[in-house]
Structure formats: C-alpha cells, structure tokens
C-alpha cells in the first residue's frame, strides 16, 4: 500500500512539473505577439496555446486547463491588468474552449485522425466562444475603460475591410477569421512537433 502511495506520489510530482515547465513556456510565448493583415492590431496572435495544447494531448483535458489557467495567472501577476482581471479572466475561457474539446477527442482515441478531428473541434469552438465573448463582453467592456466608442473599434476595422459596418461585422469578419486562423497554425504547429515532444511528456 505504501509503495502505491509512493508511486502515485511520484507521478503527481511529475505532472505537476510538466504543467509548471509548459505554462512557463507558454508565458514566454505570449510576449511575442503581432497583429495580422485582415483584423485591427489591438487582436494580437501569439504562439502560447502551443505547449497547453501539446499538455492536453499528452497529460489530458485537465492538465491542459492547468497549464492554461497558470499562464493567465504568470501573465497577470507579471504585466497587471486593464480590466480588473475580466480580461484575463475572458483569456482564460476562450483558451478553455479550444482545448478542452480537443482533449476530450483526442483522449477517446488517440491516433492521427483523431487528432485532426480534434484541432477542429477546438478551432470551431475556439471561433465560436471568442466571437461571443467579443461581441457581449470584450469589446464593450474596453470601450467603456478606454473611454472610446464602440464605433471607434469599427472603424479600425473599417479601414482593413469595407464590410466592416458594424460590431456583428466587426465579430464575423475580424474576430471568426482571427480565431479560425489562430486555430489553424496552432493546430498545424502542434501536429509538426507533438510526435517529437510526446516521448518527454510521457517520460
């Protein structure tokens, strides 16, 4: 019994190392961000889901939600926050709803196909939850902050794509396709790399 203990122990040790040596890269991950051509700059990509993503397939959904609530926390204790943590807090779910799902999937059955299948998943829900987060909560809750219209959002919007009229346009043509492409190359970097970093996750 108490050499069962032991090991549980050990592998509890283990695991927790792993979600502290991901979220610490994904931390670092997350200060090299940039915008992109088709959405306004203040939606900045960042390779950070990366090594929460690797975590989830490797150490499951729940060690991925670990990892990503530990680099929300590592972020906002080292850069402060602009919304009273809301912000992070909205991070925190829209980073939730790519990986959970592609968790769940990938767990049930774990080959090739599956993964795919997963990264997909995780990138509808991704482009879903980030589009209703934007359109209830983000995007009038920094215009309120910020002290600027929600117009003002549009209008940068505008200026990269005529059929930015309004905030639903703002969401389906800056937001959907933002989220749809950071889900892609996340999912595509993964799947480069998983084969040969899952040997040490699983060490």
């Known amino acids: ?65 670990a990892i990503e609530f530990v680099k929300i926390l590592i972020n906002f204790v080292l850069n402060g926050t602009d919304t009273g943590g809301i912000g992070e807090l909205a991070n925190f779910v829209v980073g939730c709803s790519f990986i959970i799902p592609a968790g769940l999937i990938y767990k049930h059955k774990k080959s090739f196909s599956a993964a795919i299948v997963a990264m997909l998943a995780g990138t509808a829900a991704l482009a879903a939850v980030g589009s209703l987060m934007n359109y209830y909560l983000l995007l009038p809750l920094y215009a309120k902050i910020y002290g600027a219209p ?49 040997p040490i996750l699983h060490k």
């Open 1 to 65: 019994m108490k050499s069962e203990i032991s090991v549980n122990q050990r592998g509890n040790a283990k695991v927790i190392t792993k979600v502290g040596v991901l979220s610490a890269v994904a931390t670092i991950l997350m200060l090299f961000d940039f915008p992109l051509w088709f959405a306004p700059n203040f939606y900045q990509l960042d390779f950070s889901e990366v090594p929460v993503l690797l975590g989830t397939f490797a150490l499951g959904p729940v060690a991925g939600i």
């Open 150 to 198: 929600i117009q003002a959002f549009i209008d940068m919007g505008s200026l990269l794509n005529p059929a930015i009229i309004d905030l639903k346009t703002l969401v389906l043509y800056a937001v959907v396709h933002f989220n749809i492409f950071k889900g892609i190359v996340i999912s595509a970097i993964t799947l480069l790399i998983y084969k040969r970093i899952s």
